[in-house]
């Protein structure tokens, strides 16, 4: 994909979270992303977000921003040109420039969900909190209408989450209950191995469990996949895989489902890669949001929604992250009785971006 004659610009945008976000890699606060804008000679834009969250992405902000420079100086937009270190950054270019070839900008793939006619069920995250805490959560999420729950787990003693667990299952008998581990489960734990943890799991009945073991754990995700009593989704173990060794990781594995966050794996091309391998394997998916504001959320549903090449009905998606922060932008994208939609392709608040040299 090539652009000649294209005006770049972009500003970094520090988003604010409503309260702070307990993560198994430590607090966040804000979060940065890089909000770009192309512009061809007929004055049509195209919008991408790379959005980086620390401690996770690969991307790092001097070589971004670098890059952002060379192609603004050059006034010529070469997807292939982004190096494959910085995925984030080769998912937003990949986004403008999709954006800025359709009729009408913040609109990268057009189709039902863009023009407000399909909306995409959506699972309700649960962050990380105390027991009390997560169980109000819940009770939140499931009174406004949801009926898949993602929940954090490896940040307190496992019995204590054991406990909360079994407490939401109660609760809500029929929900579907998906937990994501972000490798918690490498870290040993007296009296707790992985497979036990997965074994006293399986007794709340969860739908699935991501990314149990450290990415680079690959032998022990594939024994655990062998004998666990719950589903096991990939994430992290995703992210930085050449296309090349892409069949070989799942084959090696052998997971149930892939999570897939295109800011982290490269773009929307590289997703779809992913999703074309784990469908030949007879693997499930369904794909996340990486804490990108609604405008790369927006390109994500549209995408999910009428952009992946598949046969498969779409499981619950992970793009339920738009109303954690304090500062997004205005779009009209609505979360609703545990569905995302847009309100056509209106309401868009274009961002300010001043020209950095």
Not at 30 to 46: D, E, M, V
Request: aromatic share 8%; glycine share 8%; hydrophobic share 40%.
């Amino acid at each position: 994909m090539r652009q000649l004659g294209i005006d770049v610009q972009w500003v970094r945008f520090e988003m604010k979270f409503k309260k702070p976000a307990k993560t198994s890699r430590g607090t966040l606060i804000t979060k940065p992303s890089w909000l770009i804008r192309l512009r061809n000679n007929a004055g049509k834009c195209g919008w991408g977000e790379c959005s980086i969250i620390p401690g996770l992405s690969i991307d790092e902000p001097a070589r971004i921003e670098a890059h952002l420079r060379g192609i603004q100086q050059r006034r010529e937009v070469v997807l292939e040109e982004v190096p494959i270190a910085l995925p984030a950054l080769r998912f937003a270019i990949e986004m403008a420039l999709a954006d800025l070839i359709t009729h009408e900008s913040f609109v990268p793939f057009d189709g039902s969900f863009a023009q407000g006619q399909s909306r995409i069920e959506i699972n309700g995250l649960i962050w990380m909190e105390d027991p009390k805490g997560l169980l109000n959560q819940a009770a939140t999420l499931l009174k406004s209408g949801f009926k898949t729950l993602k929940a954090k787990v490896g940040s307190m003693p496992f019995e204590q989450e054991l406990e909360w667990m079994s407490s939401l299952r109660a609760m809500a008998p029929d929900v579907t209950f998906r937990v994501d581990a972000n490798g918690a489960f490498s870290q040993p734990e007296s009296g707790w191995t992985p497979l036990k943890k997965l074994e006293s799991l399986a007794e709340i009945g969860l739908h699935s469990i991501e990314q149990p073991l450290h990415p680079t754990d690959r032998s022990g995700l594939a024994e655990l996949c062998k004998v666990s009593p719950i589903p096991i989704a990939l994430d992290e173990s995703l992210i930085g895989i050449p296309l090349e060794e892409q069949g070989a990781l799942l084959d090696a594995i052998d997971p149930d489902f892939l999570v897939l966050k295109p800011s982290l794996l490269g773009g929307f091309a590289a997703a779809q890669h992913w999703i074309n391998q784990a469908e030949q394997r007879g693997m499930g998916w369904w794909v996340t949001s990486a804490l990108e504001t609604n405008m790369g959320l927006n390109a994500i549903a549209q995408w999910t929604a009428n952009g992946i090449q598949s046969d498969t009905p779409l499981l619950p998606q992970g793009l339920g992250t738009g109303g954690l922060f304090t500062n997004n932008i205005a779009s009209p994208l609505e979360v609703s009785e545990g569905y995302l939609s847009a309100r056509g392709v209106q309401n868009w608040e274009a961002p300010e971006v001043p020209s950095v040299s």
